[in-house]
Each structure stands twice: as structure tokens, then as C-alpha cells.
């Protein structure tokens, strides 16, 4: 069950990404919108795997590990169906994909890491606060392509913070940047 509901997770998340560049090559504001859109679908796609895995490697037994799994399945369902609005309405579908951030950030209150002594840790507002910072400015980015206000400006702007956010999460010049964006080591 456990691999099928992994290829499901994974056919779902490719399905959209290549939806999202198909669906929106024209014009070229709306290939770098798509394009960081898609970026962040392949790992938000990578994360639901690492945060269901965790999940099941801690347990269901700990209320806090319960919240966490409802959090993560909800903002799972909603970057889906942010990914796949994409396709059509592409600032609709980015607003749903970000706001599912935001939603999970706020709402997730711990971070797992099944190795380590001390498996669930508290994850506050305060701890969150950068990456709630940045989900809020790509909104508002999204909000201005949305209503054409220097599009090619804030589409670029977009993929930029897509690009340096998953270069400073996959490669890491430090451990500590490792544990800063939320991945266990």
C-alpha cells in the first residue's frame, strides 16, 4: 500500500508539472511564472513523500504527529489542486499553491526527525517566520503578474527566489542551511 500510495504521490506531482510548462509556454513572462511553478512542484512533490515517510516512521500515537498529518494531507490536496488550476489559470493556481504554504507553515506547529533522539520538535511562528515571509512576497508577486503590473518583472523575480530557494535547500554549503529550510539531514 505504502508504494502504491508513493507512485500515486509521484504520478500526480509529475503529471501537473508537465502540465504546468505544456499549458503555459506563451508568453515568456508566463514560461518563467510556469517554470518556478513547476520547480516548486517537483520538490513540494519530493516533500510529501519525506513528510508522509516521517510521519509513518514516528507515529500516529502522539497527538501533535496526528495534527501534523492532517496539516500536511490538506496542504498536499491543495498544492495539487494549485498545480493543476496552473494549467489553465496560472495565478490562480500559484496563489492556491502558496497559500497551501503559508496554510502549512502556520499551521504544522512541530518538524519531525525520526533519527534523532528527539523526534518531533516545536516549530513556532517565530522559527517559521523567514519562510512565511517569503510565501507572503511570492503572493504578492503573483498578485502583481496577475494583474500585469510589471510582469516580466515580478515573473523573474519569482524564479529567482524558486531557484535560490532550491539551491540553498539541495545544496547546501553547510549543515546548518540543511536544517534551517526544514529537511532533515
Known sequence: ????????????????????????LQPVDGLAMALALALLCVDQG??????LNDIRRVTLGDQRVRQFFIVTLIAI???????YFAWRWLAVGTALVLGSQLFFNIAAKIQLYPDSPEPIRPMGLKECGPM???????????????RGLFSQVTSAL??????????LKYFPTSLAITKDVGENP
Open 1 to 24: 500500500m505504502r508504494a502504491a500510495l508513493r507512485v500515486g504521490i509521484i504520478a500526480a506531482f509529475a503529471i501537473a508539472t508537465v502540465g504546468i510548462l505544456i499549458w503555459n
Open 46 to 51: 519530493r516533500m510529501a513523500l519525506v513528510d
Open 77 to 83: 490536496a491543495v498544492e495539487l489542486i494549485g498545480f
Open 132 to 146: 512565511l515571509t517569503i510565501n507572503t512576497v511570492a503572493l504578492g508577486l503573483t498578485t502583481l503578474w496577475q
Open 158 to 167: 519569482l524564479l529567482v527566489m524558486v531557484l535560490t530557494y532550491l539551491i
